[in-house]
């Protein structure tokens, strides 16, 4: 059992964790109600922690929860729509003019 992620955010949090989740990562969170004494108890006893249970998927829990909070370019190359030949941006999957899906 590893924490990966620690914060006041509860949001953030949870927003992990649904990344996570959707990745097929398994996380428990603890905390969450702790979390309401900062500053009356110091942050590192009841900050929210995201904690994964199986050890083999800490390690890319991890990585992934890096990429996402790094906040750099999306990596890969903007596309062209077939559609309606708009030039689309890397992260979206469909056009925003016509709404067209990426080819693959």
Known sequence: MKTVFTSLDALAV???QNVLRAEGIRTVIRNELLSR???EV???EVAIELVVPDD???ERAVRL???LRSGGPPAGAHWQCPG???RIEP???ACWRCGTGRPA
């Open 14 to 16: 949870h927003h992990l």
């Open 84 to 86: 309606c030949g708009e």
């Open 65 to 67: 929860i890096g990429e």
């Open 37 to 39: 004494l900062a500053g």
């Open 56 to 58: 083999a998927d800490a």
């Open 42 to 44: 110091p942050f590192t």
């Open 91 to 93: 992260q979206f999957t």
